[in-house]
T-cell receptor, first 113, second 112 residues
C-alpha cells in the first residue's frame, strides 16, 4: 500500500459546525503532515506529527485542531471556521523527516458557508 | 535553510513542443530537490528528486531535471509535451525540521 487516503473528498460546512478530516497511511511512515492549499498556490504547512507527537504548529488558529491517534492515522478537527478557511486540505506522510519526499493524499476540498 | 523560487508563472505551449521550467534554490548545505506535479483536481505527485550523484535526474512521465550547482538551478524538462501534461508544477526544497519549502508554482497549459 503506497497511498495516503483522505476522507471525505468534499466537505461543505457552516461556520457553527464541527467536522473532522481524516487521513490514513499504511506505509510505516513516522511523519505525517497537514497542508492547506488555495487555488493556484503552493501548499502551506499547518502541522507536523513525528512519531505521533506534534512537532510543528505553524501558528494555525485554534479552530483547527490536529490529532494523531496512532502511527497510521491523522485527524484534523474543525470548529467555528470562517469562509476564508475554504481550501484544499492535504495530508502527507514521509518515512521520517521527509528527505526522500512526501507522499500526498488526494485532499479534502472544504467549503465553509 | 533551503528555499526555492520559480520564475515562470504560466507557460502556454502546443503539443509536441519542448518544455523547460525554471527552479532556483538557495544554498544551505546538503542539496536535496524535488519536482511535484498537480493535475487539475488531483493531488500532488512526485515527478522526480535529486539527492546526489548524477546531476541529470530521470522522473516519471518522460520528465527529467538537471541539477547545475554553479547556477543554483534545478530546471525541469520534457522534450515533447502532450495535452495531458497540463498541470501545476512545483519545485520544492528539502525539509528543514520537516518543512518542505515549495516554490510559487508554474501553471502549464498545453494546447492540442
Amino acid at each position: 500500500d503506497t497511498e495516503v487516503t483522505q476522507t471525505p473528498k468534499h466537505l461543505v460546512m457552516g461556520m457553527t459546525n464541527k467536522k473532522s478530516l481524516k487521513c490514513e497511511q499504511h506505509m510505516g511512515h513516522r511523519a505525517m503532515y497537514w497542508y492547506k492549499q488555495k487555488a493556484k498556490k503552493p501548499p502551506e504547512l499547518m502541522f507536523v506529527y513525528s512519531y505521533e507527537k506534534l512537532s510543528i504548529n505553524e501558528s494555525v488558529p485554534s479552530r483547527f485542531s490536529p490529532e494523531c491517534p496512532n502511527s497510521s492515522l491523522l485527524n484534523l478537527h474543525l470548529h467555528a471556521l470562517q469562509p476564508e478557511d475554504s481550501a484544499l486540505y492535504l495530508c502527507a506522510s514521509s518515512p521520517t523527516g521527509g528527505e526522500t519526499g512526501y507522499t500526498f493524499g488526494s485532499g479534502t476540498r472544504l467549503t465553509v458557508v | 535553510a533551503q528555499s526555492v523560487s520559480q520564475h515562470n508563472h504560466h507557460v502556454i505551449l502546443s503539443e509536441a513542443a519542448s518544455l523547460e521550467l525554471g527552479c532556483n534554490y538557495s544554498y544551505g548545505g546538503t542539496v536535496n530537490l524535488f519536482w511535484y506535479v498537480q493535475y487539475p483536481g488531483q493531488h500532488l505527485q512526485l515527478l522526480l528528486k535529486y539527492f546526489s550523484g548524477d546531476p541529470l535526474v530521470k522522473g516519471i512521465k518522460g520528465f527529467e531535471a538537471e541539477f547545475i550547482k554553479s547556477k543554483f538551478s534545478f530546471n525541469l524538462r520534457k522534450p515533447s509535451v502532450q495535452w495531458s501534461d497540463t498541470a501545476e508544477y512545483f519545485c520544492a526544497a528539502p525539509p528543514n525540521d520537516y518543512k518542505l519549502s515549495f516554490g510559487a508554482g508554474t501553471t502549464v497549459t498545453v494546447r492540442a
